[in-house]
Each structure stands twice: as C-alpha cells, then as structure tokens.
C-alpha cells in the first residue's frame, strides 16, 4: 500500500450520561444508554488492539469532550489522542458549520499530513471485527477508497489515500440518505472505490436488543 502505514480513526464522545445515544433515552434511560455507548467504545478497542498485535497500524482517537475520562485510559498505549475541535477552531477549514462532516475532515486530513493512509471506523458498528477490518485493509492495497453501507442508509467504514472535500460536503448527516449522497460523489469522482459488505450501527432501541444477543 505505497509503503503508508494505515491510521483507524476512532471519532468519540466521552461517556457521560444524557450526552451519548441520546436516541436511546428514552427508553432505556440515560445511564443505561451511556453503558450501552461504554460496551461499544470496549468492543472497537479490543478489535483494534487485536489488530494491531498483527499489522503494523496507528489509532487515532479523536474525543469531543473529557479527553481525561476514564473510559479512555486503557486506550493510552495503542492509540494517539486527539481533542475533536470546537466551532472557533476551524475557521480555516471551508467546510461549512462545525458537525460530523468537518470533524471527519480534520481527522481525515491530519492522518494525511502525517503520510498515513486514513480509514474512519463507527464507535458503534458491531460487525467491524477483525476479520472484517482485515478484509478492508486487502481491499485497500488495490483500490482508491474503501466504504461499509449501513443498514440505516449511512456507513459504517471509510477509508481513502487522498482527501476528496465532496465526499465531506452537503450532507444530511445521521439521516438515511448518506450512503447514497457518498456513493453518488464517489462515482462522479471516477476513482476506484471497494464497497465492502453491508454493517449495522447501535442507534434504536431495537439495535440494542440486537447488539445483546450477537456479542
């Protein structure tokens, strides 16, 4: 892979009740869903520290939040911490407002400037297991760009040698449109493009039940 070390990029939310898996509040109630959140940040880092005892990788574990939270101390020896920016931080970037998009682009870009060839993977993607990172990592050798659809019509995995600002930009992030609006930018980018077996996300309370019966 033109010799590049790759990079996970791990976006991230400190675990604090009522600010993560806001969706399942209701019916799970705050800290139920903050364990549920918990159990998935637990389940990324394990897939990722298998991985890396096998391959050459580097992690980077972007928080937006309490970078001192304790749910991220057992990361401290396999990943490299990175606080995600706030709105005054990225006057520089014309990305539009501050939201998922430009948090992945910053992301997206550092990985790059430090020639590492960057893949942003879902906190909350139960299927993104070390087969199937292994599985993304092949592909990669031989294609341009790298995506998982997720059932809910967003991704769950993407990874790329260059930036490509489109794929970032006029986005209706977290709704069932995503996946479409990317693939419609990657094709009209005529690059070699991998889609990757179909994932899941954790966001209803249905997810939840199903998360519980497959770990």
């Known amino acids: 892979m033109e010799n590049k070390a790759i990079e996970w990029i791990v976006l991230s939310k400190a675990p604090i009740p009522g600010l993560v898996k806001t969706r399942l509040i209701p019916e799970l109630g705050e800290h139920n869903a903050c364990d549920i959140y918990g159990q998935l940040l637990t389940r990324l880092e394990n897939t990722l ?9 580097h992690i980077a574990l972007w ?12 990361w401290a020896d396999i990943a490299t911490v990175y606080k995600q920016p706030a709105p005054d931080d990225v006057s520089s970037i014309d990305l539009g407002d501050i939201g998922l998009g430009v948090r992945m682009a910053i992301a997206v870009k ?3 400037s430090r020639g590492r060839i960057p893949i942003l993977v879902g906190v909350d993607v139960p299927n993104l ?8 990592l092949q592909q990669l050798e031989s294609h341009d760009l790298v995506i998982s659809p ?6 769950g995995l993407l990874g790329m040698k260059q930036f490509y600002t489109e794929l970032f930009e006029n986005k209706l992030w977290g709704t069932d449109s995503v996946f479409a609006e990317t693939q419609r930018d990657i094709q009209s980018l005529e690059i070699s493009a991998k889609y990757l077996p179909q994932v ?16």
């Open 110 to 112: 550092s990985a790059l």
């Open 63 to 74: 928080i937006a939040g309490d970078c001192e939270h304790e749910a991220f101390r057992s």
């Open 49 to 57: 520290r298998e991985l890396r005892s096998t391959k050459k990788t």
């Open 150 to 155: 997720a059932e809910d019509g967003g991704y």
């Open 129 to 136: 297991d070390t087969p199937y990172l292994s599985d993304c």
């Open 200 to 215: 899941w996300d954790v966001d209803e309370p249905e997810d939840v039940a199903r998360w519980l019966t497959e770990k």
